[in-house]
Nanobody, 130 residues
Framework: QVQLVESGGGLVQAGGSLRLSCAASGSIFSIDAMGWYRQAPGKQRELVAGITSGGSTNYADSVKGRFTISRDNAKNTVYLQMNSLKPEDTAVYYC????????????????????????WGQGTQVTVSS
């Protein structure tokens, strides 16, 4: 079983900064992509930023130039540095891991790699006051 634990959310004034972290734990062999989504009240969940294991990144147009996503593959951790925050950034931010390969032992005692799955964190609230 894989768990994603997020931290770093909170209340900040417009123009301020926050840094979100998300650590994946479990019998993880590798993770293809990690990223952040957000959902504001009454709105659909939307992609904020994503990063592959090779370091390729993708950002929503609304956060380009203000947010930076990074990743520590050795720690299975993804970060989101959020600068110049605006009230419209207020939302619950969810960590997402896609293509998570985990290991298990067969009945013969050999290690095997299981098919990939996707996982979500529990969400962390980010509130930006005007």
């Amino acid at each position: 079983q894989v768990q994603l634990v997020e931290s770093g959310g909170g209340l900040v004034q417009a123009g301020g900064s926050l840094r979100l972290s998300c650590a994946a734990s479990g019998s993880i062999f590798s993770i293809d992509a990690m990223g952040w989504y957000r959902q504001a009240p009454g709105k659909q969940r939307e992609l904020v930023a994503g990063i592959t294991s090779g370091g390729s990144t993708n950002y929503a147009d609304s956060v380009k130039g203000r947010f930076t996503i990074s990743r520590d593959n050795a720690k299975n951790t993804v970060y989101l540095q959020m600068n110049s925050l605006k009230p419209e950034d207020t939302a619950v931010y969810y960590c997402n891991a896609q293509g998570v390969f985990t290991t298990a032992h067969t009945s013969m005692g050999f290690m095997t790699i299981l098919p990939p799955l996707d996982y979500w964190g529990q969400g962390t609230q980010v509130t930006v006051s005007s």
